[in-house]
């Protein structure tokens, strides 16, 4: 007979706690592009370069809101830093946020220093304050453009293993908990490195087509095309590693098998096997292979890429719900399960969650508004392609 404690039929880290390690994948992934540009000269991603890393640096800004929601006294964050506790994997990755941070808003200066003085020498509290970001110092010349490139392209090979270890640092949260089978794996924080550059290349595609279409802008086919083989390529290895993860556990045969066994049959069989690894997981690597592989229509080709980064967007956020509070339906006593159901205007709920999410793309389109962030961009007018 199933037996749950008291305390754990509650489950205690909920939606805001499924939202946080999503957001900080979003940033992994986004910079990781930005960087494949900077420092790896992949310059067929020059048209989603700018956007890639001032969508790493806005994810950045609100990747700790949704812990801060999930806080009894949120005021009492910064303790972590003024009284630091180097025990602590909190307290560890409040260090690194800060000096992940620290180092995108600088990458964020010198790669767009250029655009802020073209602004700058305008009227307007807007031009005010581009000329307070750049510390009223408007020289520009050949000279400053050449140091200004050379230091953002050591910021970007620099914040690369940043980037990892950000968001490595989660998985590693969670697979260091002895205590939970389900969690306590050694491949924990490399999936989450590789299911977060997943999660950040499928926002780009999904946010450059949406910002083409509302804008009559022609999708550069080039960019477009690279960015599906690279999302093709990482997605074979965040679902090989999420497999493996699973079937070095039933191989092994371990007591806690069991009960995890039943876990995936019962309790999470529709959001674990069907949608994440079969609908979400399957489908957009059918759909990313033929665009791959097989020549076809641009229109075509754009419909598919796109499907397959929405449904790659919805796996991702799919397998932090199933570590996250699958992880949690487990009674310690492993002989039981708790159930879970988000409330809708709790203050962990669904629409405090969305409101979080939406938000940066509501800042990204004021930052674009300010400082354009698709230089490359081409109307369909002028293409011929009304």
Known sequence: ?????????????????????????????????????????????????????????????????????????????????VTPNFSSAMAGFGFIYNTYLVLVVLEVWFVMRGQFIARAKGTGPIAFACRAILLFNLDESAETRRVD???????????????????????????????????????????????????????????????????????????????????????IIAVSLELLEILSIAYKQTEEWEVLERLISEKLFISYVVLQFGLFSLVPFVFLAIT??????????????????VMLLMQVLLMRWNVVIGGQLLSKSMRG?????????????????????????LILWGFNRVVPLFPHAVSKVRTGMN
């Open 1 to 81: 007979m199933d037996y749950v404690f008291p305390n754990e039929l509650n489950v205690t880290w909920t939606v805001m706690i499924v939202l946080y390690p999503y957001i900080t994948g979003l940033v992994a992934g986004a910079f990781i592009v930005s960087s494949l540009y900077h420092v790896f000269g992949r310059h067929e991603l020059e048209p989603v370069a700018r956007f890639s890393l001032v969508s790493a640096f806005v994810f950045l800004l609100f990747a700790p809101l949704p812990l801060l929601m999930h806080l009894g006294h949120p005021e009492r964050a910064l303790s972590i830093m």
């Open 149 to 235: 490139h050379k230091i953002a392209t050591f910021l970007a090979g620099l914040g690369i293993p940043l980037a990892c270890l950000l968001h490595g640092y989660v998985g590693f949260l969670f697979g260091s908990l002895k205590a939970n089978p389900w969690w306590s794996t050694a491949l924990m924080f490399v999936i989450f490195i590789f299911s977060a550059i997943v999660s950040g290349i499928s926002v780009l595609i999904f946010h450059t087509f949406v910002v083409a279409w509302i804008n009559g802008w022609e999708v550069e086919e080039k960019c477009i095309r690279a960015l599906g083989k690279y999302l093709w390529g990482f997605m």
């Open 292 to 309: 791959a592989l097989v020549p076809l229509g641009k229109r075509l080709t754009h419909a598919l890429i796109w499907l397959a980064s």
């Open 337 to 361: 399960f708790t159930s879970y159901f988000p409330g809708l205007f709790e203050r962990e709920g669904l629409v405090v969650a969305a409101i979080i999410f939406t938000a940066p793309f």
